[in-house]
């Protein structure tokens, strides 16, 4: 029988009122979600090897969402990381499937349903 093991999310966003929003969507996915405002701390705890990734491109600190996806493909390119932004003329999936990303989200009013739902079928593959 396989064992089951609990899913380790970090999310990197620096807006507290969209982190709570984002534990909110997650809760019934996994109790095991990181939050981080800062890419570096995000970087400085990677070690702790989680499955996926969600990224805001305008983070505060001297590392942006893409630098930050940088550090994680370079740690470790198999995590599934997932970008997000409202950066007027960046987003298309193009412009960050460049840079590693496997999925890209804009900011708008469906955000946190689109996100919910793409970790859920990220979280059914790595379940599988």
Known sequence: MKQSRELRIFIVEDNLIYQQLIAKELEPISADV????RGESCVEALELNPAIVVL???LAG??????TLKSIRSFNPSIYALLFS?????????NFSAYGSFDFI????T???RLRE???SSALAFQA
């Open 86 to 94: 409202n950066q007027e003329g960046l987003n298309s999936p193009e």
């Open 62 to 67: 001297s590392m942006n969402g893409l630098d």
């Open 111 to 113: 955000t946190f349903c």
């Open 106 to 109: 804009e900011k708008k009013e």
């Open 118 to 120: 793409k970790i859920t």
């Open 34 to 37: 990181h939050f981080f405002t």
């Open 56 to 58: 805001d491109f305008n």
